[in-house]
């Protein structure tokens, strides 16, 4: 109990760390902040309903007033602005992220964390944060779906570096992903 | 951590947050129904009068938070330019202006302990219904306490990286910070528990 709300908190805070952190830009020339690399991390390794608490925490969090957002910005604005549906859709993107590692079985962890967050990361996400832009701006779908469909190479990356940072984590501290069953130990749950 | 209240102290900073948040969905809602481009200037001329209110460090400070909209602005503009309805155009980005603008206002004069205790009095009916909203209130502490660690972390990290290789530390840095954040997690609950657990009692007192 304790440890779940300690480690839903300390992925709010990596969620919130990553977008602040000027030093891990991704990314060739343009920066593209690593803050939905954090939405996606919290899903494939927290799972589904505690990588969606951490990201609905660190929601709550801007919206009580701390400038944690990608590039400081934070307060009830954001949730008025055109990139509204993307700041909602983190929890819904962490939740399916961690569907996904817990209900599909397929062998390298790496492997499975990166479709994960290919669905709920980009998929997912992208459907929410164009739906909010559309309803923000008056505009068709469609449209609103071309405007922001240029950011989707950088979250690609990001979803394969959240495919290799699970495969390491898988490697190095099998016992963190708890949806993970190491070669050979199929049988045994913890 | 520095919250975006204003550190102006204006009058509103006193009112109760549930007045301003209820006042803002009140307006937020109003907005949409105003038709026109005069009606949506005069709604964001009013919002901005507010911000000059306080005086002029107040909004500045206000016009700064509003900066992050300028660019969907120009796209705003220019969309509307090329498929030839700039007139509602126009309307539709001086609402969204003003939607943000009224929203960083509440944000602005609202201290974060005052969202804190409207969150608790928000969740209250939860609380009424079994669920243990306690552990909310001990997530946000850890949060506000531990996002300047990890950045600070990721910092030391940078650092530590740029002092032995000639590239640019990028990605990488996130496996350590992840596996530290683990750690953390894990001594935190330890610690928590030592401490007396976290609170589970099923009280319905506020």
């Known amino acids: ?190 | 951590m520095i919250s975006l209240t204003s550190p102006v102290e204006t009058r509103a900073h006193r009112w109760p947050a549930g007045l301003k948040l209820g006042a803002l969905c009140l307006c937020s809602t109003g907005l949409f129904g105003l038709p026109g481009i005069g009606w949506n200037a005069a709604a964001l001329a009013l919002v901005l009068g507010l911000y000059a209110l306080p005086g002029p460090v107040f909004l500045r400070a206000g016009l700064a938070s509003l900066r992050v909209v300028l660019p969907f602005v120009a796209i705003l503009l220019a969309w509307h330019a090329l498929t030839g309805d700039l007139p509602q155009g126009v309307a539709i980005t001086l609402r969204m202006v003003a939607l943000v603008a009224l929203a960083n206002l509440v944000t602005m004069t609202t201290p974060l302990e005052d969202m804190v205790a409207l969150i608790h009095r928000l969740t209250a009916p939860l609380r009424r219904l079994g669920l243990r909203t306690a552990a909310l209130e001990l997530a946000i502490p850890l949060v506000i306490r531990f996002t300047p660690v990890l950045v600070a972390r990721a910092e030391t990290l940078a650092e530590a990286w740029r002092a032995r290789s000639r590239r640019r530390p990028g990605w990488q840095l996130v496996l350590p910070l992840t596996l530290q954040a683990l750690d953390d997690a894990d001594h935190v609950g330890e610690a928590l528990r030592a401490r007396g657990g976290a609170p589970i009692s099923l009280d319905t007192e506020d």
Do not use: C
Request: aromatic residues 6%; charged residues 10%.
């Open chain 1, 1 to 190: 109990m304790e440890r779940n709300i300690a480690q839903v908190a300390l992925f709010a805070a990596m969620i919130a760390a990553l977008g602040l952190v000027p030093q891990i830009t991704l990314g060739f020339g343009v920066p593209i902040t690593a803050q939905t690399l954090g939405v996606m991390l919290a899903g494939a390794v927290l799972g589904a309903r505690r990588g969606a608490a951490a990201a609905g925490l660190f929601l709550l969090l801007v919206a009580l007033g701390l400038p944690l957002l990608a590039g400081g910005r934070g307060g009830l604005g954001v949730f008025a602005s055109p990139t509204a549906g993307f700041a909602l859709g983190f929890p819904v993107a962490a939740f399916v992220t961690g569907l996904f590692v817990e209900r599909v079985a397929l062998r390298p962890a790496g492997l499975v964390a990166g479709i994960g967050a290919v669905l709920g990361g980009i998929v997912v996400l992208y459907i929410l944060g164009a739906g909010g832009l559309a309803i923000v701006t008056g505009k068709p779908l469609a449209e609103a779906f071309r405007l922001v469909a240029v950011f989707i190479p950088g979250d690609l990356l990001k979803a394969a570096i959240t495919g290799m940072l699970v495969q390491a984590l898988a490697r190095a501290r099998p016992q963190t992903l708890a949806w993970h069953r190491p070669a050979g130990s199929a049988q045994t749950r913890l």
